[in-house]
């Protein structure tokens, strides 16, 4: 069985693995509808269930899309107007969509609830964010970062901002792929020692936003304030030091790139001029959350890595 919660789950094999793939079945599909089904429809008769507990864009829209490029089909719960919502507990659900269905996608707060679906689902279980780690989002990352024409081993990358489940994430792949991040956070919203260590090494947390992107090939944000956070006052106070503008962006290297993976705040995170400019690959990278999804799904069915 294999599940798909953190990258270390697919280690550094797989995730080569995924990327290739990835980059692949993207060419491949060059001059397609969005809707056509890959040549060889991998996950034909293959069900994807995928449970939301948060609100969600591109993950919901990649998944659907990817599931039914590779030919199969999905079904979308949305956690408040399911049994979840009154009180089912996660393993229950994890063994009756079991019955169902052949993979289970799940988009939720707490990251322990992952760990409990893969613990009694019997089918692969995939993580599609939760507050701890979104590793789907950064193969997305990795990919736009690949076709960018960049390679990883070696890579700089600078993280601006609060040190959440996005840079845990960013933080393992460091580790696994052999690049160095370097983060600015404020006091308060750093990542933790043990975030720190699953970076092997590779990563480390500094005082200033200048110190971050100096000589970065790749700069990070993300939306400062997340889903069902208090305080947003108080942080967005914290945080405004570290926004991405034009000026920070010129402590990089001149070909660096930006990324996001949205939603944006223009003026908070990142000015427009950043997040809108000819640095910028947003919308690559949001386009390359399906090609990842595809990959990633095709992971946990053996099919690649």
């Given amino acids: 069985m294999r599940h798909f919660l953190n990258l270390a789950d697919a280690g550094p094999d797989g995730i080569a693995a995924i990327l290739t793939d990835a980059l692949d079945r993207k060419a491949a599909r060059a001059g ?27 993950t919901r829209v990649s998944f659907d899309v990817a599931i039914r490029q590779l030919g199969g089909s999905s079904i979308v719960l949305d956690a408040g107007t399911t049994q979840l919502g009154r009180g089912e507990t996660v393993a229950d659900t994890a063994r009756v969509l079991s019955g169902f269905v052949d993979a289970i996608m799940l988009r939720t707060d707490d990251h322990a609830k992952a760990g409990e679906m893969a613990r009694h689902a019997t089918v692969p279980v995939i993580n599609g964010l939760t507050d701890y780690s979104h590793p789907c989002q950064i193969v997305a990352d990795l990919l736009t970062i690949i076709d960018s024409g960049k390679s990883l081993p070696g890579l700089k990358v600078a993280w601006l901002g609060d040190g959440n489940n996005v840079l845990t994430s960013i933080i393992e792949a460091a580790g696994l792929m052999q690049f160095d991040v370097t983060a600015a956070c404020p006091q308060g919203f750093q990542p933790g020692d043990d975030v720190v260590a699953l970076g092997r090494g590779r990563a480390r947390v500094v005082a200033t936003p200048a110190e ?21 006052e108080t942080k967005l106070a914290a945080l405004m030091p570290y926004q991405v503008s034009a000026a920070l962006m010129a402590g990089a290297r001149p070909d660096a790139k930006f990324l996001h993976c949205l939603p944006a705040h223009r003026g908070e995170e990142v000015t427009a001029e950043v997040i809108d400019g000819p640095q910028s690959l947003i919308w690559a990278e949001a386009e390359n959350r399906l ?14 890595g």
């Fill in 32 to 58: 397609l509808p969005k809707g056509a089904p890959d040549a060889d429809a991998p996950l034909a008769g293959h069900v994807l269930a995928m449970v939301f507990e948060k609100n969600s864009t591109r």
């Fill in 212 to 232: 971050a992107v100096a000589g970065a090939d790749i700069v990070i944000t993300d939306t400062w304030i997340s889903m069902g956070q208090e305080q947003a």
């Fill in 291 to 304: 090609h990842a999804q595809k990959s990633i799904l095709r992971w946990c069915f053996g099919q690649i």
